[in-house]
């Protein structure tokens, strides 16, 4: 199987920010590599497909970069919203998720 | 508007079963392949299962292969994961969870998830 790994595990940023968050996966996988942001209580939202393509509905400030096995998801300023949980999951072979990187108010 | 409303969630013994549903609306169901996505109290996401949309390709996790059946039923635009010798690390919240179609792969897999349900809750105890 492949493994999905984040960095930072956690992350504290103040509004206005520029946040980047990391994802490797253990094996290569092209660019089938999707980013998640999920709020306490909520389901998970789509907001990047295929490691660049903003998903409909997701702010501009959101971006996504990276192919083969280094991806990056990138918050170019971050709101009060955008505080929450993030995954990555990879879509090249039977889906796995990254261990999530939680984003805090500093 | 996508709509997936999870179903059959709830306390069982160690050992014993349960039968998750998952009521899909709002797009052609038969169009897209659908998966079962849990996540433990406290903890990250977890890929459980996934089937096309003919149900010609199917996966399932290492921790649940042997004991999960997935399923679906077209003409009922409906999901099933049948749960069968549950352990007390099945109990999670249960999403289900349609794929984009970006590829329109007739692979389980190569797509993002874009719409999920709110979960059902399946509590694994005695």
């Known amino acids: 199987d492949i493994q999905m790994t984040q960095s930072p595990s956690s992350l504290s940023a103040s509004v206005g920010d520029r946040v980047t968050i990391t994802c490797r996966a253990s094996?290569?996988?092209?660019?089938?590599l999707n980013w998640y942001q999920q709020k306490p209580g909520k389901a998970p939202k789509l907001l990047i497909y295929s490691a660049s393509s903003l998903q409909s509905g997701v702010p501009s400030r959101f971006s996504g970069s990276g192919s083969g096995t280094d991806f990056t998801l990138t918050i170019s300023s971050l709101q009060p919203e955008d505080f929450a949980t993030y995954y990555c999951q990879q879509s090249y072979s039977t889906p796995g998720f990254g261990q999530g990187t939680r984003l805090e108010i500093k | 508007e996508v709509q997936l409303v999870e179903s059959g969630g709830g306390l069982v013994q160690p050992g014993r079963s349960l039968r998750l549903s998952c009521a899909a609306s709002g797009f052609t169901f038969d169009d897209y392949a659908m998966h079962w996505v849990r996540q433990a109290p406290g903890k990250g996401l977890e890929w459980v299962s996934g089937i096309s949309w003919n149900s010609g390709s199917i996966g399932y996790a290492d921790s649940v292969k042997g004991r999960f059946t997935i399923s679906r039923d077209n003409a009922k635009n409906s999901l099933y994961l049948q749960m069968n010798s549950l352990r007390a690390e099945d109990t999670a919240l249960y999403y289900c969870?349609?794929?984009?179609?970006?590829?329109?792969?007739?692979?389980?897999?190569?797509?993002?998830?874009?719409?999920w349900g709110q979960g059902t809750l399946v509590t694994v105890s005695s």
């Open positions: 969870a349609k794929a984009k179609g970006e590829y329109g792969s007739g692979s389980y897999y190569f797509e993002s998830f874009d719409d």
């Open positions: 094996q290569i996988i092209s660019t089938y």
